[in-house]
């Protein structure tokens, strides 16, 4: 008896459907980027008659090279310095035009006058810790953030989401323009009541 031959496979179309398969998981496949710390450095024209800060509008950190922290020449635990930023920044203890009608701080005079005139400025040392620096950073940025959020949802409580959200949605490229164009007024007009003003001293070399 004639032994029966085992049948072929037709392997004809398998280089199409891997190819297929590789042109889905192109399209499909998300990267990752890394946008890194979102800052903007000053504009470099020279001022002839520089604005005068007053001293109470600075809110001072130090972080030095065993990672301790400084903050307006105390020592202060990094569990702590967002309620400090917090407050310096909501204190609202001006006067006349430097009043602030949307604070919700201690008024303090011996604080700053309006969140439009605090500026928080950060020193490091050049032996700080990338770990103890980037988490000085996250901190005092999450205390814009904190308040950014509180006055959003005052200002916009029927949306569903605080500041944060909303400018996450505004920066998602699959965010309809339409979406996008409602957003930017109600973002911008938070931003002006908190404007971010986190300046960075060049780092220094303690012994």
């Keep these: 008896m004639a032994r029966r031959s085992s049948p072929e496979v037709n392997a004809g179309s398998m280089a199409d459907i891997a190819f297929l398969l590789l042109i889905f998981f192109l399209v499909t496949t998300t990267i990752e980027t890394d946008s890194g710390i979102n800052r903007k450095l000053p504009p470099m024209d020279e ?105 959003f949802l005052i200002l916009n409580p029927t949306l569903g989401m605080n500041f944060v959200e909303a400018n996450r949605r505004y920066s998602d490229p699959r965010t309809s323009p339409s979406d996008k164009l409602s957003l930017k007024p109600k973002l911008d007009q938070v931003k002006e009541m908190y404007p971010q003003k986190l300046s960075e001293a060049e780092p220094s070399k303690t012994n």
């Design 47 to 151: 001022l002839i008659d520089p604005p005068i800060i007053k001293e109470r509008n600075i809110f001072t950190v130090v972080v030095n090279k065993y990672d301790n922290l400084l903050v307006e020449e105390k020592p202060m635990d990094i569990s702590k310095i967002r309620q400090a930023a917090i407050d310096f920044l909501d204190n609202g203890g001006g006067d006349g035009e430097d009043a602030c009608n949307y604070c919700k701080g201690n008024k303090s005079p011996a604080s700053s006058d309006n969140p439009i005139k605090a500026i928080i400025s950060l020193k490091n040392d050049r032996e700080t810790s990338y770990k103890a620096y980037i988490s000085v950073q996250n901190e005092l940025v999450a205390a814009y953030n904190d308040l950014r959020n509180r006055e």
